[in-house]
């Protein structure tokens, strides 16, 4: 008969210890970034961009040569407005800089800093590359 009581008794507080992890993982700045900003690597060519037919989601694709990614464009500001098919992205893998070319020139710039878990620099600019 203890252990049913005992069992009774931790019922309500697994959903709540579960609760409270997802919370943590989805509100923590600096996990997202070490796993999706990060964690990513790519260079390439876009060759698509749409919104998502089921939630209007802005993404991007990038043609890496083998293969073709499909990038969230929610998680880097006005990239989706502002790149045209045809222009080149790059992001290194460990760094949270991400660069937009459209042929000799770099366009975007966007640069997350994992200490303070922000984005620090989000811009559209022009400048001739060499």
């Known amino acids: 008969m203890k252990q049913k009581d005992f069992f009774l008794f931790l019922l309500?507080?697994?959903p709540i210890v579960i609760a409270i992890c997802l919370i943590y993982k989805i509100v923590n700045p600096k996990e997202y970034l070490i796993e999706y900003i990060y964690g990513q690597e790519y260079s390439g060519k876009i060759v698509d961009k749409y919104l998502d037919k089921n939630h209007a989601y802005k993404r991007v694709v990038i043609d890496l040569g083998t293969s073709n990614?499909?990038?969230a464009a929610e998680s880097w500001i006005e990239l989706y407005e502002n790149v045209e098919i045809g222009d080149s992205l790059v992001?290194?893998?460990g760094q949270g800089e991400m660069n937009v070319y459209r042929k000799t020139k770099?366009?975007?710039t966007s640069i997350f800093d994992l200490n303070s878990g922000m984005r620090i620099l989000n811009r559209f600019k022009t400048?001739?590359?060499n």
Do not use: S, W
């Open 12 to 14: 309500p507080i697994i």
């Open 69 to 71: 990614v499909i990038l």
């Open 91 to 93: 992001k290194i893998h």
């Open 106 to 108: 770099l366009i975007y």
């Open 127 to 129: 400048r001739e590359v």
